[in-house]
């Protein structure tokens, strides 16, 4: 079975603060894709980043980085110098590699991000 | 990218009435997903659309509640029938990459409220 645990519901920091968001996975797929996903208020889901299971290489674009430690089965987000822009509900996501006919994504609750002024 | 349009973006429905919601892509996909958000909640698969198809659904979900039609490569609807203020959601289409294995894009939702 497929699993994606983000443990934080909810998280408050005031602007500037470096924030992480967690999220742990479970799949027995060998090959597999893991993605976060925005989702300001408005509603629309926007696509932040996507990792293979066969790249391990953290990623960092601005102010936004990616830890992906597949021993632990963890795909860690960090946001440094947060924003008030940046509340939104975050998801972590994954879809397995298995040839199917879905190709389904398989998402986390989400984490609520609030950044206070 | 692919650009997805989805209509309406929100409404207000009485209950025992339908709503049909149209997902519009700007390029041909091959698959395209109905999702549900229900408040404060993640998403969870509807169906799988497939063009020329019988739309594939997940369980809990059934094609009497949740009619899809799929036309074309680049066009999708997804009607739910029956209203009740539990279908008081937000419900997204997404679509693949052209390869199939890259992100998942989405269009922005309609969010339904049920009276």
């Known amino acids: 079975a497929q699993k994606v645990t983000q443990a934080q519901t909810e998280i408050s920091v005031v602007e500037k603060e470096d924030v992480t968001l967690d999220c742990v996975y479970e799949t027995r797929d060998t090959t597999y894709y893991l993605f976060w996903y925005k989702q300001p208020p408005s509603g629309e889901l926007v696509f932040l980043i996507r990792?293979?299971?066969?790249?391990?290489q953290n990623e960092i674009s601005g102010r936004y980085s990616w830890n992906f430690q597949k021993s632990t089965s963890s795909f860690n987000f960090t946001i440094t110098a947060s924003q008030v822009v940046d509340s939104a509900v975050y998801f972590c996501a994954l879809r397995g590699h298995y040839g199917g006919a879905t190709n389904k994504l398989i998402f986390g609750t989400g984490t609520l991000l609030a950044v206070q002024p | 990218s692919a650009v997805i349009s989805q209509k309406p973006s929100r409404d207000i429905c009485q209950r025992g009435t339908s709503l049909t919601i149209q997902c519009q892509v700007d390029s041909q996909v091959t698959m395209m997903f109905w999702y549900r958000q229900q408040p404060g909640q993640s998403l969870t698969l509807i169906a799988t659309?497939?063009?020329?198809?019988?739309?594939?659904?997940e369980s809990g979900f059934v094609i009497d509640k949740f009619p899809i039609s799929r036309p074309n490569l680049t066009f999708s609807t997804l009607t739910v029938s029956n209203l009740s203020p539990e279908d008081s959601s937000i419900y997204l289409c997404?679509?693949?990459?052209?390869?199939?294995?890259?992100?998942?894009?989405f269009g922005q939702g309609t969010r339904l409220t049920v009276v």
């Open positions: 997404s679509v693949l990459g052209a390869t199939g294995v890259t992100e998942a894009f």
């Open positions: 990792r293979n299971s066969f790249d391990e």
């Open positions: 659309a497939n063009q020329g198809s019988e739309a594939t659904y």
